[in-house]
């Protein structure tokens, strides 16, 4: 989404009606300032816990150089365990709240569920588990369920600690469509497709009709559908990633352990990869090069480790080897090719998985063991290390790797999962953050207030984009206004952002726009200033979120609206 933007203060003194209060969702929409890291470290050998280790055990390295460890200690069932030596002990939250010793460690648990490529049998039998696990929530954990239906995200239940709640929540995600059948049908299309370019003919022509024998013609029609559908999946993947990264950005920095229960649809568009292979194998003799992995799930990962949440990825179902495509292909000396690009495709997905539990100090959760998740991650989650230390902030947004490796007292190997890296997050990416969670869940802003909005007429650009001009009434009283010379004169700041959502569900990068804004004289109590701005969007519905932020107050101004080509 390209924005254009042009800056007008008006002279004339404008008033904007009041708007009606509105309660915000039960979602965690600020982002704090965070002194300490705090990084948690599971440490097991042959899969059980290691416990009585103590810092000098621990080698903590950042972007491959030793850091001091400033805070220690155990958590073994959920409780923080007394320092053999003094008898004390404490744990640091992202907070820097300190746990004493016995002091329970509170879980976040938040659950998002995928309903684009989930089967409603697959989706429901593992809702089905975790509400028959809910009783692995302690007094003092928490849980918070959303779902996501390929274009947007929506809040099925803030987080609470009621049971009755978190059921009805379920009971209203099981009631909700899954769209894995649709998925399913579009893979049994481009099949049938394939199935009919590979009919043997007797090579007639009839140009009457433009047919001259289906193995020749339609080759690269199919094959370019093949790589278009491809394209279109990747796309959809890539989607998925960021409306999970929105979410955990949504929900901020909650105390306590925090956790993602991230349940994946399975893919049976892993067939379409039998029609790329057909193409590249017939007309270039190469087959098609490898996705990237990491790049399906880079920003789900990215967002986790800049918050510190670990995600436990649950594979919703399970593809069959007969869905994988090789059969759809007439030829034989094709088939095996085929069908070996197709589990390479879907390995690559089910890869995607596993790196995103891998970097956030998680298991990936496959087979039977998605029934039981929330068990799985409640017992994971009950003991492990937390470790502490002070980072020399630069506030650049710059990611930082993050080690740990342990000797144990008696010398014997141990396994240890924890998160990869952290962000030095600076205080624009915070407010950018603050911001897009008020638009995910369609909350106010955080301490923040309103403005009136006017859009004008969508302008095309082409077939594909548009211009909206849109004019936002500021209410001067409500910025920051530093003397700028005599009589009154006076000079602002600010900051424009702009989160938008098409219809489609895609969404760009949030721009950060700077206003300098002046006034050759003091304004009067409840004067308005006019900001017009010109928005470059795709010629699709939009939903749009402006926010105006003052710096030295720290005050959003918010305007919301939806707009159609």
């Not at 000396?333 to 891998?358: M, P, W």
């Amino acid at each position: 989404m390209a924005l254009v933007f042009a800056v007008l203060l008006a002279s004339a003194p404008l008033r904007a009606p009041p708007e009606a209060a509105v309660e915000p969702p039960p979602v965690f929409g600020d982002v704090v300032d965070v002194s300490v890291v705090n990084v948690e470290a599971v440490v097991t050998r042959d899969g059980e816990p290691v416990h009585d280790l103590r810092p000098e055990h621990f080698t903590l390295l950042v972007d491959g150089r030793t850091v001091p460890i400033e805070f220690f200690s155990e958590i073994r069932a959920g409780r923080a365990v007394a320092d053999p030596v003094s008898g004390t002990g404490v744990s640091v939250s992202p907070f820097d709240q300190r746990f004493a010793a016995g002091e329970s460690m509170p879980r976040r648990y938040l659950v998002f569920i995928d309903e684009y490529f989930a089967l409603p049998r697959d989706r429901d039998r593992v809702l089905d588990g975790l509400e028959a696990d809910l009783e692995q929530l302690r007094a003092e954990d928490r849980m918070a369920i959303v779902a996501w239906d390929g274009r947007q995200v929506e809040l099925l239940s803030g987080w609470t600690a009621s049971r009755s709640t978190l059921r009805a929540a379920l009971d209203v995600a099981r009631a909700r469509p899954a769209y894995g059948l649709q998925r399913r049908s579009e893979a049994r299309q481009v099949e049938s497709l394939l199935r009919y370019s590979q009919r043997t003919t007797t090579g007639r022509s009839f140009s009457s009709i433009g047919f001259n024998g289906s193995r020749g013609i339609g080759r690269n029609t199919i094959g370019t559908r093949g790589i278009e559908a491809q394209g279109e999946l990747r796309s959809k993947l890539i989607r998925r990633s960021a409306a999970a990264s929105a979410t955990l950005r949504g929900f901020g920095r909650p105390d306590g352990r925090r956790v993602l229960l991230f349940l994946a649809g399975g893919l049976p568009e892993a067939a379409l990869s039998a029609l790329s292979a057909v193409r590249d194998v017939e007309l270039r003799g190469e087959p098609p090069g490898p996705w990237d992995s990491e790049e399906l799930v880079e920003a789900l990962v990215t967002s986790a480790n800049r918050l510190g949440w670990t995600i436990y990825p649950v594979a919703l179902d399970e593809t069959r080897a007969s869905e994988l495509g090789g059969a759809a292909i007439g030829d034989p000396d094709l088939q095996d090719f085929a069908t070996g690009r197709a589990r390479a495709r879907l390995d690559l997905v089910r890869d995607g998985l596993r790196e995103i539990a891998a970097a956030t100090g998680a298991v990936p959760v496959f087979g039977g063991a998605r029934r039981h998740v929330l068990d799985m991650a409640a017992d994971d989650t009950r003991s492990y290390y937390s470790l502490g230390f002070t980072p020399s902030w630069r506030r650049d947004d710059s990611l930082h790797e993050l080690e740990i490796a342990v000797a144990a007292p008696d010398g014997r190997r141990v396994d240890v999962r924890t998160r990869a890296g952290f962000a030095d997050l600076s205080s624009s990416t915070r407010v950018t953050m603050q911001v897009e969670s008020a638009h995910l869940f369609g909350a106010p802003l955080v301490g923040g207030g309103s403005l009136r909005l006017e859009p004008g007429t969508p302008e095309p650009q082409g077939r594909r984009r548009m211009v909206l001009p849109v004019r936002l009434f500021v209410p001067l009283d409500q910025i920051t206004k530093l003397p700028a010379g005599p009589n009154g004169a006076w000079a602002s700041r600010l900051e424009l952002r702009v989160v938008g959502t098409d219809e489609r569900g895609d969404a760009a990068d949030v721009p950060v726009i700077t206003l300098d804004l002046r006034g050759e004289r003091a304004p009067a109590p409840g004067e308005i200033g006019t900001l017009e701005t010109r928005l470059e969007l795709r010629r699709r519905g939009h939903r749009l979120l402006l926010a105006l932020y003052d710096p030295p107050s720290a005050r959003l101004l918010g305007a919301r609206i939806e707009i159609e080509p």
